[in-house]
């Protein structure tokens, strides 16, 4: 594993580019900041000079009592070790504008697309710079300081109404049409034409060929969803076809948004957690982790170490289930109707009983606690995980791989179709198993390990083809190796206690910010937290591992046909309520 | 040879389907009932089960462990004459703590002296509102609000619940988290222990 401290690359890059990047002297901020006019040339020193090649996070953040915004990248080596954080600010005045880093990073695609729609930094040189979660027509930018939303009450949780003279009160009495929509001046629903669609065709519009009589010919579009049973969920593609072939591709998300971050500024930093497991609702524990494991790095608290043993064992279970019920899926989208998926469910069904015995619930778990977790497993509880994990999970895991893995039927659909190369794959910042089925041996839990993954004997399974066969199979490798994880964690789990931390429900956490990340089962789940000593997080930002993997869906489709699409889809492995939180 | 891989998968769901009917016969054989009985539903979800895997709701239901959590309520002690002695001191935690926000208290005043006593005049839960997150049980120093176990509470309208709605006597705590219920009886009375020896302690101290 390559480590370079990170403190050699801050005077680098500083001497580097003297005068337009400086350290970020902040107290409880680290990176740098860099010159906006610079920003495209530091960037692409970063990538070809320094080598960070995965760009993971963009990030904007309204820093409304300075009157400025920022906006804050995460690069990363795919090799391994620490990462680099540097930031551009821009004054707070309209219009407020980054350069844009997609042609050095085309990762950031959809991530600037989002920083554009809930902050309104437009970055210039976007080729498609829409909103993305927001609909058009939507007037403001939500994630404004200085915006309110609709059943506003105030600015911070817990609310005055509440207590000690509850004004009770149900919330649809503010009746809908007066305080629930904000509609535009001038603006009457009657007679309102939606853009979106013109502005999202007008984006296919290149693929216009002109033939050989000099006629112009549209291609066709077809639009996958959004309500699809194939999509996971409300997504849509935008596809246009040539043939039964796809020339391009836009992916239109956004259908279950629910402004996640805005109300995660809103809340306590406790009260997050319960709200991270709406995120990826098939693994609630791997999102506590990774919002815990953020809260931690900025209040610098220690984790009490049979918890973090807990921790460990409740996030491989998850990727357990999440990639069994993967699998099941997968062959449901290719037509193997519910065989495989019922066999999955099965061992879900055990595995969510284990998370309901410790935790109180099978999917919201709401488990971690900063500091540690809510409570101590149970002894027969544990009795029931090391069942699963010595003896039913290996012998259901090499049934599952009996039924499929040589069926030549699968064998012939997948083999072959190609999904991702390595390259491609690290430029538009997809991580997880897609990655590593692509021959690119990236796994947080290794390259940048957390918690005590660095405690235990696994490999990082890894495969090198980047096609559909690959990417179906690397998912039973990691379920071994998070076996193998498993049954060190099992046995190695010391005695003691499980918070360092005295249980309060109001934690003080220091200005500052932080960046938490982890290996969620779907790729690089992280959370970036911005405090201001407050009770309330200042910046809530989640990196959700779905979201930016769908940017490398148009080059994943294009040149593949129609029907693959689906189980190309499907390979990504979204959760809608990840991707559009 | 082109097939093998079709005809192992055919044999894994081949065993399943045998597996459907060996256990249900090795159950009749011993006389025993795999449905319908709470020995069969524990047996199916266990770490040996195989075979059906279903379970028939509502006729046969899944066996909920203790910390199983859905929808908060308020606990009361039985006093005499059947008093309800809410254990609630209207302090506010939970009302602080809830993360959609969706508890009302209203704490009551003395009305001779103004001064807030510790009892709420009303409580509301807003339970279409509520995440069923558990902070309220979680952070209650009085354990005065539990987490239930009933999560039948389909409805045609709106649920808000009351204080009347929410009380429920703590013999029914007792009953649905026995493990939870002595723990916490026990810190109670290893508490008032406490109070009482300082008192003690404080009384010789002021009489030496």
Known sequence: ?581 | MYGKGILKGLGVTWKRFWNTYIDDIAWLIRGKKRYYTEEGVKHRSSKNTRGIFTVQYPEERLILPEEARYLPFLVYDEGENGKKEVRCTSCGICAKVCPPQCIWIVRSNDPNTGRPIPEPTEFFIDADICMNCGFCAEYCPFDAIIMDHDFEIASYSRNVYNMEKLLKPASYYRSIRPENYARNEAERKAKEEAKAAKAAGAQKATAA
Not at chain 1, 350 to 372: H, K, P, Q, T
Not at chain 1, 382 to 396: C, G, S, W, Y
């Open chain 1, 1 to 581: 594993m390559m480590t370079t401290p990170a403190s050699t690359t801050t005077i680098d890059l500083v001497q580097r580019f003297p005068g337009s990047v400086s350290a970020d002297t902040r107290p409880g901020y680290s990176g740098f900041i860099v010159e906006k006019d610079k920003l495209v040339e530091v960037a692409t020193a970063i990538r070809d000079e320094f080598g960070f090649d995965l760009l993971t996070a963009v990030t904007g953040v309204d820093y409304l009592p300075e009157n400025k915004m920022e906006v804050v990248y995460h690069a990363y080596k795919t090799t391994g070790g620490p990462g680099l954080c540097f930031k551009v600010q821009v004054p707070r005045e309209d219009p407020v504008e980054v350069p844009s880093l997609i042609h050095i990073y085309p990762g950031v695609d959809l991530q600037e697309r989002e920083a554009w729609d809930l902050l309104g930094i437009k970055f210039t040189g976007h080729p498609d710079l829409r909103r993305i979660l927001m609909w058009e027509g939507f007037e403001g930018h939500p994630l404004r300081k200085d915006w309110k939303e609709a059943f506003y009450e105030e600015d911070a949780k817990p609310f005055k109404s509440r207590w000690p003279d509850g004004k009770f009160y149900m919330a649809e009495d503010n009746t809908p049409l007066k305080d629930n929509l904000n509609f535009p001046q001038n603006f009457d629903p009657e007679k309102w034409i939606p853009e979106d669609d013109q502005m999202l065709y007008q984006s296919l519009k290149r693929y216009t060929v002109k033939n050989e009589e000099g006629l112009e010919t549209d291609r066709i579009v077809v639009n996958m969803g959004p309500q699809h049973p194939s999509t996971h969920g409300v997504f849509r593609a935008a596809i246009t076809l040539d043939g039964e072939t796809i020339v391009g591709l836009k992916p239109v998300v956004g259908y279950l948004h629910r402004n996640h971050d805005k109300i995660g500024e809103r809340n306590t930093f406790l009260q997050n957690m319960p709200f991270t497991d709406r995120l990826d609702y098939f693994n609630s524990m791997s999102n506590n982790f990774g919002y815990a494991i953020a809260v931690e790095k900025l209040m610098n608290i220690p984790v009490a170490e049979r918890a973090d043993y807990i921790r460990v064992i409740m996030a491989e279970l998850s990727r357990i289930q999440n990639h069994l019920v993967f699998i099941g899926m997968l062959l449901n989208d290719l037509g193997a109707m519910y065989t495989p998926a019922l066999y999955a469910f099965e061992e879900r069904e055990l595995i969510l009983d284990i998370f309901e015995a410790v935790s109180g619930a099978r999917m919201m778990c709401n488990y971690l606690r900063f500091g540690g977790v809510v409570r101590d497993i149970p002894e027969d509880v544990m009795q029931k995980i090391k069942d699963m994990v010595f003896e039913r999970l290996p012998a259901k895991t090499d049934e599952m791989d009996r039924l499929l893995s040589e069926n030549e039927v699968l064998v012939s659909r997948l083999k072959g179709v190609k999904v991702l190369d390595a390259e491609t794959a690290i430029k538009y910042s997809v991580t997880g198993p897609v990655l590593r089925a692509a021959g690119v041996p990236y796994d947080l839990r290794r390259a940048d390990p957390y918690s005590v993954y660095d405690r235990f004997d696994f490999d990082v399974a890894v495969r090198q083809n980047g096609d559909m066969y690959d990417n179906y199979a690397i998912r039973l490798d990691e379920i071994r190796q998070s076996l193998r994880i498993l049954e060190q964690a099992v046995k190695g789990i010391p005695q003691g206690p499980i918070n360092s931390q005295k249980p309060q429900y109001q934690v003080r956490v220091p200005a500052g910010e932080a960046y938490g990340r982890i290996e969620s089962p779907k790729g690089e789940l992280a959370f970036y937290v911005v405090s201001n000593g407050k009770p309330n997080p200042w910046r809530y930002h989640v990196r959700p591992a779905s979201f930016v993997n769908i940017t490398a869906l148009e080059e994943m489709c294009i040149g593949t046909k129609i029907a693959d699409f689906v189980a190309l889809l499907g390979m990504l492995d979204i959760v809608m309520g990840e991707l559009d939180r």
